[in-house]
């Protein structure tokens, strides 16, 4: 995690730097004279060196866990995005969970019925649903939810309802990968010698999928969610912007449009940071769900023990 995140710091860092054009003209006016500029651009340190400003812009964040202040509304940073980013991460995570609700059992029923109607079918609905772009959905839903039907408030924050679109549009593509990811594991270890095994045991058709078939295909589809919570995070940035959900996403695209690049690198940093624990708690996943990585790591412990 520390290299990834390490260097997603420098890579952002670095973008940022070398992109044209002056965030204090803009922060000034078009009014302003060329000595306020250069008192302005000396006060935020935009004089210094590359390597001199990265230094800092890393230390602060390594050393203190700061990422400086807004330069437009001149506020902390930091805690701009603790505020912002608890929707962030309630958007993203409801949309994971309805993924795996909807997704892992459509691809399972899929694989039941390989080549027959219901998976053609299921298979066609994902199709379509990864094909549609994501704020594509959102304002179609927002036009039939919301201004047709009047059921459902188009935008802002407030109670459970105002993350039912959101949340939905952003999850619709996730469903679709799911559901295509699980047929494509279920069919694989279907076809394995142990359910083989399973099946001339007389065991019945939904214990051997569900007991035996389904945990040994979930390795993969833990991958795919693991994935596609980057996916997410990335995600709802947009859906941010088209809810005006004052989330992190909308945060930063706030702060792109107002060139303010201490908000921008550290919204990005602090989504890396969590997309980083995310994948961590994918792999110690894989050691409670897949019985060989346990295996793996109690002969190392005996090894251990007994050297």
Do not use: C
Request: hydrophobic share 55%; no cysteine.
């Amino acid at each position: 995690m520390i290299p990834v995140v390490l260097g997603v710091t420098i890579l952002i860092f670095t973008i940022m730097y070398f992109i044209p054009g002056d965030p204090v003209k803009l922060m000034l006016g078009p009014d302003s004279t060329p000595e306020q500029i250069e008192a302005k651009r000396a006060d935020l340190g935009l004089n210094d060196p590359y390597v001199v400003r990265l230094g800092k812009y890393v230390g602060g964040i390594v050393l203190e866990f700061d990422f400086g202040d807004s330069w437009v509304y001149n506020t902390p940073v930091t805690h701009e995005l603790l505020n912002r980013l608890p929707r962030t991460l309630a958007i993203a995570l409801a949309s994971m969970i309805i993924q795996i609700i909807i997704g892992i059992p459509i691809g399972v029923f899929a694989a039941v019925y390989q080549n027959r109607f219901w998976d053609r079918l299921a298979m066609f609905i994902a199709l379509i649903g990864i094909s549609m772009p994501e704020f594509w959905v959102a304002l179609m839903m927002v036009l039939l939810f919301s201004v047709e039907w009047g059921i459902l408030p188009p935008f802002g924050i407030g109670g459970i309802q105002y993350y039912i679109l959101p949340v939905f549009a952003l999850s619709l593509a996730g469903i679709a990968t799911q559901a295509r990811q699980t047929r494509s594991s279920m069919l694989e270890i279907i076809r394995s010698d142990f359910i083989t095994t399973a099946r001339s045991k007389g065991i019945s058709q939904m214990r051997t999928l569900f007991r035996h078939a389904l945990p040994n295909a979930l390795l993969p589809v833990i991958t795919v969610i693991g994935n596609g919570m980057g996916r997410l995070l990335g995600g709802a940035v947009v859906i941010e912007a088209i809810f005006s959900i004052p989330g992190v996403g909308m945060y930063m695209v706030g702060a792109i449009n107002a060139r303010d690049y201490n908000v921008v690198m550290s919204s990005v940093i602090i989504l890396a940071i969590v997309f980083a624990l995310i994948m961590l708690l994918v792999d110690l996943v894989y050691a409670m769900i897949d019985p060989r990585i346990k295996a793996q790591f109690a002969g190392k412990r005996r090894s251990k023990n007994n050297g």
